[in-house]
């Protein structure tokens, strides 16, 4: 028996779960609550407090249990977890300490995979500008409690994440966590594949090359503008809920497009490779930074009244019918079994062998399959890895779109009127189907090309260079943020475009001008997971649950509100459904 304030419950602690249920004065049992021993996050001597500040009371006969705790049903936040807290008493101290020895045994025992050290980054100017006071205050005090130590550095400058994790000692690190936006995301996931693929002696140049799976997880404490990576992979943004879900080890593995020109790797995505439309909104949106995260609205506002398209040729190699359909009306949630599957086709041997050379056995042993070519004007050409669902979308790009299966979704909106368009822009935001249109095609992909018309390609580094130089251009406003933009493009110029790309040297245009005015621009830029490219002319392929994050997918079944309406046709395949 145990007692919480002057109520008797039975409490039993067996295999994977920690239950107390009350008793009446006849000892009938009345209302019982399960804690997974996975999902405690402590247990203390006393009566604790960790909100709003530690306080400790320590009681010789009781003890206090912490745990995951999730909204309740019909609460507007669907997927929020909080610290839940409970005191026990006991009817003496020695089977106080009894308890709290048994306790933290089953912890040990049934949370293997728990961290013990992480490295954390904060990037003090990304979103509203609150990533420092969102850790020290909301996140650093459940590592504690959790007995996770951590190492924090405040980035003074854009990609010194990316720099730390290619290049400093991380012996003893379980993971590395950002503090910030998808594109501190971004930085930790070009850090983690680099330095997995330079200790594995692999190129990342290589386009059709395989690459190894990394084992540092990455975590994500949502404080950016739009954290799009966060909540595709947790169903909310929310600080709390991610640093329980690192706190207790979940693992959610996540596929990779590996983006090059000619033959060099010009960057990661896990969310969307976009040109047209959402290029261009990023290019725009880019230029007025100082706007904070509004400014994707008035971007998205001006680009949708420019009303451009852009030639090109989109070859795209399919993934297997069989397995899974972007238009299938299922959802990727936690614990889904398409993803579950793809591991086993992505790593057939792995318990035996090592992961690289399983994946190397599967891409020699099965051809490529043939491309797919569609030539045309399009509005926007999208590639996701996953449904790159956002607070704005909340489905996403692509509602039926795997975290972990091995392929992307590639999303074809051909040239329309501005009307259509907007019924497409505006599905985004309900739980109509985006693809129910005839001037929009979506294909599930292994991997895409992109080629501009004959006569086109010479123009492509020049004007795309251009638009991402217009896009860092610094309004009076703006604080000391340096834009990713400029980095990391900057960087990956090839040639004679890194020599001519200084930022001085060239007329800077202003980018709707050219966009709306003046003669149409033939070429868009590139988004890639918010960063713009500095070519035009790509290649993307998806690399199977290359990287793994500290996230479950999404758990809650009531966010396919209105997907599937037909329980008939889903054959109860959809979680709505299936409940
Ligand atoms: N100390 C710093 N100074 C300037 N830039 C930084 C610093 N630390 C990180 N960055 C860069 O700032 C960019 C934006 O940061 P972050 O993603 O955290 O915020 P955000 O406002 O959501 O931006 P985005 O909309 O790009 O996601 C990142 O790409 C990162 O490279
Ligand atoms: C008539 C209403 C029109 C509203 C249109 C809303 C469209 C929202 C679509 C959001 C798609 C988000 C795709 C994700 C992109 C991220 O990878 C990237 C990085 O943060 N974000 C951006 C803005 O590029
Ligand atoms: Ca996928």
Not at 207 to 217: E, I, P
Not at 325 to 353: A, H
Not at 394 to 416: E, K, N
Not at 542 to 551: D, E, K, N
Request: net charge neutral.
């Amino acid at each position: 028996s145990l007692w919480i304030g002057n109520q008797r419950y039975r409490a039993t602690l067996s295999g994977w779960y920690f239950s107390w249920t009350e008793l009446d004065k006849k000892n009938r049992e009345k209302k019982t609550v399960s804690v997974p021993v996975a999902e405690v996050i402590g247990v203390e001597d006393g009566r604790v407090e960790v909100q709003p500040q530690k306080k400790v009371e320590d009681t010789d006969r009781e003890f206090t249990l912490f745990y995951v705790k999730r909204s309740g049903r019909g609460s507007s936040q669907k997927g929020l977890w909080s610290l839940g807290r409970t005191h026990f008493r006991c009817p003496s101290r020695d089977l106080r300490d009894q308890w709290v020895t048994q306790l933290r045994t089953a912890l040990k025992t049934h949370s293997p995979s728990r961290p013990h050290k992480l490295l954390v980054f904060i990037n003090p100017f990304g979103g509203k500008k609150r990533g420092k006071q969102i850790y020290h205050s909301l996140v650093a005090p459940l590592l504690e409690l959790a007995g996770i130590s951590s190492h924090v550095v405040v980035t003074e400058r854009a990609n010194q994440a990316r720099d730390h994790i290619l290049k400093k000692d991380l012996t003893g690190f379980d993971g590395v966590v950002c503090v910030g936006g998808d594109g501190m995301f971004s930085e930790l996931l070009h850090g983690v594949i680099g330095r997995t693929q330079q200790e594995a002696g692999l190129s990342e140049h290589d386009s059709s090359g395989v690459l190894q799976s990394c084992d540092l997880h990455i975590g994500i404490i949502p404080a950016g503008s739009t954290d799009c990576v966060c909540f595709a992979t947790v169903g909310v943004n929310d600080p709390v809920t991610s640093a329980l879900h690192i706190i207790i080890g979940d693992s959610q593995p996540l596929d990779v497009c590996a983006v090059h020109h000619k033959s060099s790797l010009v960057r990661y995505s896990v969310s969307l490779v976009g040109y047209g439309f959402y290029g261009d909104v990023l290019a725009e949106s880019e230029r007025h930074r100082w706007m904070g995260p509004l400014r994707y609205d008035y971007a998205g506002c001006m680009v949708y009244l420019c009303n451009q398209s852009y030639q090109g040729t989109v070859q795209f190699l399919r993934a297997d019918p069989g397995l899974s359909s972007p238009r299938d009306k299922t959802r990727c949630l936690s614990g889904c079994s398409v993803c579950s599957e793809s591991k086993e086709r992505l790593f057939p041997l792995s318990d035996s062998c090592s992961l690289y050379s399983d994946k190397l056995s599967q891409y020699s042993e099965q051809s490529e399959g043939e491309w797919t070519s569609v030539s045309g004007r399009f509005k926007s050409i999208s590639l996701t890895c996953m449904s790159s669902s956002c607070p704005k979308s909340p489905l996403g790009l692509s509602p039926s779109a795997h975290l972990a299966d091995g392929t992307g979704d590639l999303i074809l909106v051909r040239d329309t009127n501005p009307l259509a368009f907007l019924t497409y822009l505006h599905r985004h935001t309900t739980s109509q189907d985006q693809f129910d249109l005839p001037f929009v095609e979506v294909h599930r992909v292994k991997a895409v090309r992109f080629s501009l018309p004959l006569g086109e390609e010479d123009e492509e580094d020049e004007r795309t260079e251009q638009n991402i130089e217009e896009g860092v251009m610094e309004h009076p406003d703006k604080p000391c943020v340096q834009s990713p933009s400029r980095s990391i493009s900057q960087q990956h110029l090839a040639g004679p475009a890194r020599e001519r790309g200084t930022p001085n040297n060239r007329k800077k245009r202003d980018f709707l001008c050219g966009l709306c005015c003046s003669k149409p621009p033939a070429v868009s830029v590139w988004n890639c997971d918010g960063e713009l490219l500095p070519h035009t002319e790509i290649s993307c392929r998806v690399h199977g649950q290359l990287v793994r994050l500290y996230a479950r997918g999404i758990e809650d079944e009531l966010r396919i509100w209105g997907l599937c309406e037909d329980s008939r046709n889903c054959n109860g395949k959809c979680v709505l459904h299936s409940q």
